[in-house]
């Protein structure tokens, strides 16, 4: 069966770094685009970061552009996030997520966010204060 697992969270200090992996199994992982999102305490899902089957296309949050980078091994079947320059508002519960479809995700209200998802992992949290 599908399975994403989310790991690498924890408690960071503002301006630090952390990387984030999910692992994926149960599927041709290679096939389809992945996603990140995450929920911060009492707010809705922002989707955080997207890239495609092979790992040359990628999209960004406003909110995360320039400190966080996304990235595939499709041999590892793995999703990273590389998040940098950490902010407290960057504190989350965060979640990898399967778009069943091979399409580009869409632009709406400062996020690209994907026109479905099939599978979620069970989230990391990320937790960024002094």
């Known amino acids: 069966q599908v399975q994403l697992v989310e790991s690498g969270g924890g408690l960071v200090q503002p301006g630090g770094s952390l990387r984030l992996s999910c692992a994926a199994s149960g599927f041709t992982f290679s096939s389809y685009w992945m996603y990140w999102v995450r929920q911060a305490p009492g707010k809705g899902l922002e989707w955080v970061s997207g890239?495609?089957?092979?790992?040359?296309?990628?999209y960004y949050a406003d909110s995360v552009k320039g400190r966080f980078t996304i990235s595939r091994d499709n041999a590892k079947n793995t999703l990273y996030l590389q998040m940098d320059s950490l902010k407290p508002e960057d504190t989350a519960l965060y979640y990898c997520a399967r778009d069943p479809e091979d399409r580009a995700p869409t632009y709406d209200s400062g996020s690209y966010r994907p026109l479905d998802t099939d599978y979620w992992g069970q989230g990391t949290q990320v937790t960024v204060s002094s």
């Open positions: 890239i495609n089957t092979g790992g040359g296309s990628t």
